[in-house]
């Protein structure tokens, strides 16, 4: 396999999925050894940091790519397995912007409050022990919570000609902030453009389910892909696939319209896998499948249904392409 | 310990939460062996059983009780320990009723499309295996599941007079639909009126998280539980602890509005814990938990958030309640 | 037609749809001369008063009533024509309650923010003039505003026994917070309980679309209904019929929902006058309606789709019921 | 005032809002003579033409422009006052997309029913009439309709490089779908890039509040806007001020979103016109307002609050612009 690397520098970076000229063309088969910055461009750094001073809420999230993938055309089914995330940096950071987040007021559920205070919270490192630090900012409360790397985002250039934020997700995958999205995960995603044109960022060394107050332990992060390309099949909506569960990824507003995405796409899957009529598929997903939410903060909330594999008889999915990629990441 | 038994006949089935006269007064400190009906009033017992015709959706979650707690008064909290869930029937059953469920047109989601095809599935018990065995209705796939017995329904009579239908649910919990609800558990409920009246009901035999197609493995079940009373300090929600998890229940709909309620309960809860400041909390809260929905299928959708307890120090709610239910349990 | 006056002693007040017994009862055709307090039991007189000090979030919304219907039946639709609806105070009142109201976090939409300014409006009523003057609170601006009587609760006791707040919305109708109930109006309840069990309230001296801080022009009300009865034929929704519209209402959350059904019973409405399929009907609504939002603070939130009666050739609805009210009360 | 004419070429139609090079270079205070193709690029011809045969569901909605004003720059305000629409053809056509509109599943709001049937309604013109027909596909019913022409599409390109489609809608405009966008208005929206690059299309003969079916009576027009530019002073959200009312536009998802976000916008406008606080405003809003809904059916839900200026003293917005405006265009 060919392994190719890339950091960008400062102008390299993108805050959007489609409208940007390739990085870099790769062949399927590809390992790819990039560098992300986190979701504030690296300027938050103190707890005395404010974003609304050192942020333009038009540039979060910037992205590494995006990456033209050789071959690919609409209707294919591009291929990341994320075989390892590893922080970068030596500290990660979080905070509560303006208007921004879970439970405060936002552009959207625009009510007339002031915004909740502008706090940031430095998350040191420790690698030996595999944890970043929780302290709070009021007391001297503090704890170690064990590090859990994951990617933030994860997207193709959209179909028809659109040029999305970084802060959206949608059938492009996009700004998913979800925690499965973490080393031996395998990402499907339908290609919508010639190359797909895709690009990652965002990494997050842990993060709660819904992301609650807007933002992870944002870091920057050394990721290691896999990448690769299946002629067409393409998935409506990003897939993801690890040892253990297969888990359909719906984006949306409101939460519910994303729970249904991921739903009725999972319960197509399990159709295809087990040839089940679309009733019984519907019935053997109420019974077992676990719906732990993404984010729920997004400019797009995103939901995700999860089979555990362990419960149902093995079946093989996309030709077996999560184990063979599993395999080529155990020989790098 | 006093120990008091109660097993409804068909007249004292209620299908409200108030407006109830109450089965049995209790102290406070009483084990009660129940049993609980199925939530189809165990109407539907076979794959050619049609709920249209053998049920009136008005009837729905038939519940045992209510039991007036002595001394109960409103602002204080209501503890029910599930001590023990066994299935009392050999079979659970669950089937797709015309216009309920989360993944079609509803009496509320209201569009134009005619019903989905209504199908009853039977699931027989293997006792022995732990197992309840899915087939399909239109082919030979079939496989056995776990049990994962859990109450779909613990409420107390509604505040303010209100009488609730028992496919409800609110501050004064009700039709919740949690997998939480297992043996173990331990329900801190808001008292809103003398006596608290709570019932339990809507036993499952195991439920996928979300229920998507609006009915779990629906059984009658034997329920074992630990009623107790702690003055004052009602939660303005339903809230429960088991040995892992902190975990906070909303219920409301749109979706986000149900993982707000919950989530905002949280920060509240995790701030008295560790003496933490709000923003501390939600920073806190944000980086730890998980939010696994519970259904989004009733009348008011719920999800839940929890807090491993793992992840923190060792802290101590509601006075240590949780672990005296838990040794009380332990000597039954 | 016989005539019956009530006006409730503050004893006589209720606070739910359901759960009381009825002060009188009536035949259908009685007209109906009665006093409803205002949406604070008159407890708020000064722009001074603070709601949180002075209410009980759990008794707003006194009713007046329930009547029982003679020969109502579960099935039957009662029929309740405004006749005229007159300031009974010549002040009114509005004011923001804590975590209440559209533009707000509540305890539904729960946000982290401290609670927006709790303040009260005083509108005094210039009854020659026909007008409400509003007048802020910080600064010397004033303006008189027509009066526009309208009625916020209408509701029948709901179906299942159940006993809601007289804040909460559905089928038995309730806290609809919508403009189009003025005189003039002719509502159709699909009858639950025997004697139908109905009752007035919450009189608004005028309300913009959406009721956004939570209230309106809060104000006692002297209201002349006339009381009929169909048999059979219950809407399931609630429906209005004026002069020059046909008006469906739909009580949920979220506000698409409650869009939903208020549509969906157009359709079916349109389709029933003009013999239509669903299909034309849904076109022909599509590019007819009218679609003012009622509430978006209450319970439930309230959306109406009317259909002005000018666009379509005549047609008659419930046998000419709404001709049949407006010239008997022409006779009154 | 300079005029300036406008037909696009098949090959010059565009779809999306941003991403397109302008058609036009203008000045600020051009009068611009445009045609714009339907909704379906004018394949949707007969009562036989089925769109999901005819139609890409990525190509609708095509754009007449986008036109660079010379001057705008990001922050300033872009004057389109809409003097004239006139049908250019002498039918419009509506359709029931597979899997799009309020009152089915769509790919969002996703269930598990099969499409509502396909059907085509072709709507004759009556110039001399002012007039277009509805008939029945399944029955002899017939009835006329006022035309009310308007524009559902009105945009800018969107901030920080975003490409979206011209079903999309936004601070940036876009598929707004609102009746109010007819002769007579004045659109205020916020510059985010040089030149604006404006373009408007999507031209509706008539169309009911909430668009229900998803399409409206659809059809090319001729088009006369007056151009202007204002600098700085970029509302947040689209704006419009016609004689009768100021207009907020608030789109998103959920509805009730939407909702908040047009009614916190006039909250602040109304501050700004009359001196009063965010308090005093909210509840003059509060009590005089109206809030159509514009649709419910796009990728994003519309919501407009309307204010009445007959019910309120005289006020001067944007510098007398939209009277400005009237005259200018009343000299055409």
Same mark, same amino acid.
């Given at each position: 396999?060919?392994?190719?690397?890339?950091?960008?520098?400062?102008?390299?970076?993108?805050?959007?999925?489609?409208?940007?000229?390739? $990085?870099?063309?790769?062949?399927?088969?590809? $390992?790819?050894?990039?560098?992300?910055?986190?979701?504030?461009?690296?300027?938050?750094?103190?707890?005395?940091?404010?974003?609304?001073?050192?942020?333009?809420?038009?540039?979060?999230?910037?992205?590494?790519?995006?990456?033209?993938?050789?071959?690919?055309?609409?209707?294919?089914?591009?291929?990341?397995?994320?075989?390892?995330?590893?922080?970068?940096?030596?500290?990660? $950071?979080?905070?509560?912007?303006?208007?921004?987040?879970?439970?405060?007021?936002?552009?959207?559920?625009?009510?007339?409050?002031?915004?909740?205070?502008?706090?940031?919270?430095?998350?040191?490192?420790?690698?030996?022990?595999?944890?970043?630090?929780?302290?709070?900012?009021?007391?001297?409360?503090?704890?170690?919570?064990?590090?859990?790397?994951?990617?933030?985002?994860?997207?193709?250039?959209?179909?028809?000609?659109?040029?999305?934020?970084?802060?959206?997700?949608?059938?492009?995958?996009?700004?998913?902030?979800?925690?499965?999205?973490?080393?031996?995960?395998?990402?499907?995603?339908?290609?919508?453009?010639?190359?797909?044109?895709?690009?990652?960022?965002?990494?997050?060394?842990?993060?709660?389910?819904?992301?609650?107050?807007?933002?992870?332990?944002?870091?920057?992060?050394?990721?290691?892909?896999?990448?690769?390309?299946?002629?067409?099949?393409?998935?409506?909506?990003?897939?993801?696939?690890?040892?253990?569960?297969?888990?359909?990824?719906?984006?949306?507003?409101?939460?519910?319209?994303?729970?249904?995405?991921?739903?009725?796409?999972? $319960?197509?899957?399990?159709?295809?896998?087990?040839?089940?009529?679309?009733?019984?598929?519907?019935?053997?997903?109420?019974?077992?499948?676990?719906?732990?939410?993404?984010?729920?903060?997004?400019?797009?909330?995103?939901?995700?249904?999860?089979?555990?594999?362990?419960?149902?008889?093995?079946?093989?999915?996309?030709?077996?392409?999560?184990?063979?990629?599993?395999?080529?990441?155990?020989?790098?």
């Amino acid at each position: 396999m060919e392994t190719r690397e890339f950091t960008p520098s400062l102008e390299q970076l993108v805050w959007t999925f489609g409208g940007a000229a390739p $990085v870099m063309r790769i062949r399927p088969g590809t $390992v790819l050894r990039l560098w992300t910055e986190d979701a504030f461009g690296g300027r938050l750094r103190s707890s005395s940091d404010r974003p609304s001073a050192l942020l333009d809420d038009r540039y979060i999230n910037p992205q590494t790519g995006p990456f033209h993938v050789e071959g690919a055309e609409p209707g294919d089914t591009l291929v990341l397995h994320l075989v390892d995330l590893t922080p970068a940096r030596d500290w990660g $950071v979080s905070t509560t912007f303006p208007f921004f987040g879970g439970l405060t007021g936002t552009d959207r559920t625009a009510t007339l409050h002031p915004a909740l205070p502008e706090r940031t919270w430095i998350y040191p490192v420790d690698r030996a022990a595999g944890t970043v630090q929780y302290a709070a900012l009021d007391s001297d409360f503090r704890v170690d919570l064990p590090l859990a790397p994951m990617l933030g985002t994860v997207g193709v250039a959209p179909a028809a000609g659109e040029v999305r934020s970084s802060l959206a997700a949608g059938p492009f995958g996009g700004n998913l902030d979800t925690p499965q999205l973490r080393a031996g995960a395998t990402c499907y995603l339908g290609v919508h453009t010639e190359g797909a044109l895709f690009s990652v960022g965002d990494g997050h060394y842990r993060q709660g389910e819904g992301e609650s107050c807007g933002t992870a332990v944002e870091g920057a992060m050394r990721v290691t892909l896999l990448v690769d390309l299946l002629k067409g099949g393409a998935p409506g909506r990003p897939r993801i696939e690890d040892d253990d569960h297969w888990i359909s990824v719906g984006s949306a507003r409101p939460l519910e319209d994303a729970w249904r995405i991921s739903q009725t796409d999972m $319960v197509r899957w399990l159709a295809s896998l087990y040839g089940l009529t679309t009733m019984d598929a519907y019935q053997l997903l109420s019974q077992t499948c676990r719906a732990p939410l993404a984010n729920v903060v997004d400019a797009d909330y995103t939901a995700v249904t999860k089979i555990p594999k362990s419960l149902l008889p093995a079946a093989v999915a996309y030709d077996g392409t999560h184990r063979r990629m599993r395999l080529a990441a155990a020989g790098l």
